[in-house]
Nanobody, 124 residues
Framework: QVQLVESGGGLVQAGGSLRLSCAASGRSFSRYVMGWFRQAPGKEREFVAGISWSGSATSYADSVKGRFTISRDNAKNTAYLQMNSLKPEDTAVYYC?????????????????WGQGTQVTVSS
């Protein structure tokens, strides 16, 4: 069992930055692929970024490439999402997920554990 808690969301102007954190407790954080997803009102949850166990492999949605950076600190049981050059279309609830597979996967159904989410609102 893994418990995940997101933090760092908020209201920011377009062009601004936010850093989201996902703190994990429970079993062996370093054995889980970590992913960030987001869900806007009326839309399905979508993949944003993912990172492998060691942090050596990352994957990003095309919409955030070059603006967002995912990272992890296994000693602190925490994953991060640095979001720069934010746009109004980035507005959503952001969730972190933990996946017990080997590689980074992009479908929400493939993730085993989820946090409660943190709201990110980007004003124009």
């Amino acid at each position: 069992q893994v418990q995940l808690v997101e933090s760092g969301g908020g209201l920011v102007q377009a062009g601004g930055s936010l850093r989201l954190s996902c703190a994990a407790s429970g079993r062996s954080f370093s054995r889980y692929v970590m992913g960030w997803f987001r869900q806007a009102p009326g839309k399905e949850r979508e993949f944003v970024a993912g990172i492998s166990w060691s942090g050596s492999a990352t994957s990003y949605a095309d919409s955030v490439k070059g603006r967002f950076t995912i990272s992890r600190d296994n000693a602190k049981n925490t994953a991060y999402l640095q979001m720069n050059s934010l746009k109004p279309e980035d507005t959503a609830v952001y969730y972190c997920g933990a996946d017990s597979s080997v590689g980074v996967r992009t479908r929400p159904v493939e993730y085993d554990y989820w946090g409660q989410g943190t709201q990110v609102t980007v004003s124009s």
